[in-house]
């Protein structure tokens, strides 16, 4: 399985980027996407995660500035990032909790390969 990732890189303190992550598949059930972040020496942390019933969660450091949304398929999410700040430096991933068929067991995850968010100070 994949994912595809893009929409990151280098911006202003202040500006907007919007990552966008596509899976390459049908599947027979989505549960969860999401966005992770992992910065230069910290652990992976999620930012943002959205169900297909529209249930939001996002960290408190992001709640008011990124926006995550998934497409009406069930194949794409995206996460728009407002008002960046150099903390927000980090490699974004995309996660995908998915069944695959629907006596398949349960529901696996999937990740991107990461894009690169960089906000300097």
């Known amino acids: 399985e994949r994912l595809v990732e893009s929409g990151g890189g280098f911006v202003q303190p202040g500006g907007s980027l919007t990552l966008s992550c596509i899976r390459s598949?049908?599947?027979?059930?989505?549960?969860?996407m999401g966005w992770y972040r992992q910065a230069p020496g910290k652990q992976r942390e999620l930012v943002a995660s959205i169900t297909p019933r529209g249930n939001i969660a996002s960290a408190d450091s992001v709640k008011d500035r990124f926006t995550i949304s998934m497409d009406d398929a069930k194949t794409s999410v995206s996460l728009r990032l407002n008002r960046l700040k150099p903390e927000d430096t980090a490699v974004y991933y995309c996660?995908?909790?998915?069944?695959?068929?629907?006596?398949?067991?349960?529901?696996?995850?999937?990740w991107g390969q990461g894009t690169q968010v960089t906000v300097p100070s």
């Open positions: 598949s049908t599947v027979y059930s989505v549960k969860r």
């Open positions: 996660n995908q909790e998915i069944k695959y068929y629907k006596f398949s067991y349960g529901y696996v995850e999937v």
